[in-house]
């Protein structure tokens, strides 16, 4: 049955009885292809993915599976943690990770749980000479070996170099980090593909993060994908704000690599509210990148946006199917960050970005609630949506299996 073909007089007995309304309906076959072939179509064919993709715990728990496990995944800049012993702990899609940056200067990545039984080692962030756990004190090295097991000792066999903590593969892009599950999956330069090469006059290397804000959001972390990735959102959920901004929109760009992406062609930088006047162009921008704003998408979930004067990221770490964290990180040159003046005109940036990035996290909330109507049926794209197409495409080929 179609979620959209529900009864109706189904849904009013559960609301006379003070119950929520049936969830909608999700089909035994979930990964059957035929129920994406309107989504294969070509764009103005095509259309949207079932509602059940946004909603269904098995739909999620396939993802994490088939992409969040395999690919490249953006955790942030090295800058978080600059110094010997400095660590960050969070959770992603259900693996607990450490970062730490050891005694040689090197950044690694962990299993954060103990090899005795599991217990989550570290938390928050901080600087560590090491880690230990706060079970039974067993003690782990920078460099992930176990260096101290109290009560061990009359264990048979037990050798403590067989108990290092789970390394997790671990690359950066100019500063940018990476963590990969899969020890058998491409390099990061490869999955980047010509990505870094694209964008290398934005000098990512000498850039300094200033400012990282997290959200805790009600909705499928595609839902906020495709939302930022498309303008057509903009004169309605912007109005006040952004939709201000003069622009003129280009064709999605052509992409060798995991990535897709917009570009926009204006005057002004894209981090600032209409009328607000910022910091000088990174003396090293070049081509296009001089005379417009890029918003690449690096799959599944990284988008960054590549204006005039500076860098912001969306990093989001999925948290079910209804429910992911945002992270949004920005970033300066460094001789901009050592001006006298930055934090006076910094003001004017985080003003533009504490008011557009909650209109998008309402409308992104509010469309998971329309999502997990029982009459939620699909829709259809309009040209304005090309990307989102690309992007429901893209998660197919690795949920489903590639189109025939």
Known sequence: MNQAQLRPEAVAATRQAGLSPPLPQIPADIFDPAHYAPVRRSLLEAETLPAWCYISEAFYRREVEQIFLKVWNFVGRADR???????????????????????????????????????Q?????????????????????????????????????????????????????????FINFDPDSIGLREYLGDLPERFACYNFADMVCVRRKEYDLACNWKVYVENAMESYHVPTVHGLTLQKQKRDINPPIAANGEYCGL?????????????????????????????????????????????????????????????????????????TVERGDFDEVLAKYVRRWDQSIPEDNDIS????????????????????????????????????????
């Open 81 to 119: 943690i600059p110094s010997p012993g400095d660590y960050v702990a969070f959770d992603f899609v259900g693996v607990p990770v450490v970062l730490l940056r050891d005694k040689q200067g090197e950044v690694r990545a962990f299993v954060n749980t103990c090899r005795h039984r599991g217990t």
């Open 121 to 177: 080692i570290m938390s928050g962030e901080g600087n560590c000479a090491a880690l230990r756990c706060p079970y039974h004190s067993w003690t782990y090295g920078l460099d992930g070996r176990l260096r101290g097991a109290p009560g061990m000792e009359d264990t048979v066999g037990f050798d403590k170099s067989d108990y290092a903590l789970q390394p997790i593969r671990i690359d950066s892009w100019d500063g940018f980090l």
């Open 263 to 335: 570009y926009t062609r204006h005057i002004g930088s894209r981090a600032l509210l209409a009328g607000d006047t910022g910091f000088p162009y990174i003396p090293t921008l070049t081509g296009e990148a001089t005379e417009g704003t890029f918003y690449p998408l690096i799959f599944p979930s990284t988008m960054f946006a590549l204006t005039y004067d500076c860098m912001w990221w969306l990093e989001i770490h999925p948290r079910g199917p209804s429910h992911m964290k945002l992270i949004v990180g920005s970033c300066f040159p460094r001789s």
């Open 365 to 404: 909330e509010r469309q998971q609630l329309g999502l997990a109507s029982p009459f939620t049926a699909p829709g259809r794209f309009s040209a304005l949506e090309p990307l989102v197409h690309v992007i429901d495409n893209w998660v197919l080929d690795r949920v489903i299996g590639p189109a025939r």
